[in-house]
């Protein structure tokens, strides 16, 4: 089992609407996690981290954590062209600052 | 203005040479990391370093070394022995202890000829 699973996609959506990515861990004890954007031959540029239960607000993005069900999501509503893309979860390792990949999910957001 | 810098940004290698990938930093970052990306996938640690004249093995070490000489500077040498290089590389740093999210630099793509 990976240590962090994401659906690869590619996730379709119109544009305006609001794009649900989610990733799931299998370490219980993870504390932080964070969420990269990726555009094609780039490198990852960090959205948003979330630590606690709920919901987490900044902007068009919200992050979601769910730490019983060891899940994560990311919304971006009013989804953009431009926000096609695809997104990274990360989960802290250890206090030592070390982050876990997850393989990605493609976005893609049709005009 | 703070960031980091890898160099160059396409490299191309034939078989059996050894490469080294350039990753400098201006951010005052303790930690720094080596990331390999293959198409379509996430990423991979190959090696971390939270100071200098220190350095730890990752995920996927094998055929690859590093040095950590100086606070700002952290180059990755592909060796011959890594049997399938050609991917893009990411270099990263971040403030320790964390939480932090790490800054990654543009990347280089090595390619084998």
């Known amino acids: 089992q990976k240590e962090v699973e994401q659906n690869s996609g590619p996730l379709s959506v119109p544009e305006g609407a609001i794009a649900s990515l989610n990733c799931t861990y299998s370490d219980r004890g993870s504390q932080s996690f964070f969420w990269y954007r990726q555009y094609s031959g780039k490198s990852p540029e960090l959205i948003m981290f979330i630590y606690s239960n709920g919901d987490k607000e900044d902007g068009r993005f919200t992050a979601q954590l769910n730490k019983a069900s060891q899940y994560v999501s990311l919304l971006i509503r009013d989804s953009q062209p431009s926000d096609s893309a695809t997104y990274l979860c990360?989960?802290?390792?250890?206090?030592?600052?070390?982050?876990?990949f997850g393989g990605g999910t493609r976005l893609m957001v049709k005009p | 203005d703070g960031g980091i810098t890898q160099s160059p940004k396409y490299l191309f290698r034939k078989e059996g040479q050894n490469v080294t990938l350039s990753c400098e930093q201006n951010l005052n970052h303790d930690a720094m990391y080596w990331y390999r990306q293959d198409p379509g996938q996430g990423l991979r640690l190959i090696y971390y370093?939270?100071?200098?004249?220190?350095?730890q093995k990752g995920d996927i070490a094998e055929g690859y070394s590093v040095s950590r000489e100086k606070k700002e500077s952290f180059p990755l040498t592909v060796t011959s022995a890594q049997k399938n290089p050609t991917a893009f590389y990411l270099c990263?740093?971040?403030?320790?202890?964390?939480?932090?999210?790490?800054?990654f630099g543009s990347g280089t793509r090595l390619t084998v000829v």
């Open positions: 990263a740093s971040s403030i320790i202890p964390g939480p932090y999210g790490y800054t």
């Open positions: 370093s939270q100071i200098v004249n220190d350095f």
């Open positions: 990360a989960v802290l390792r250890d206090a030592g600052n070390m982050l876990t």
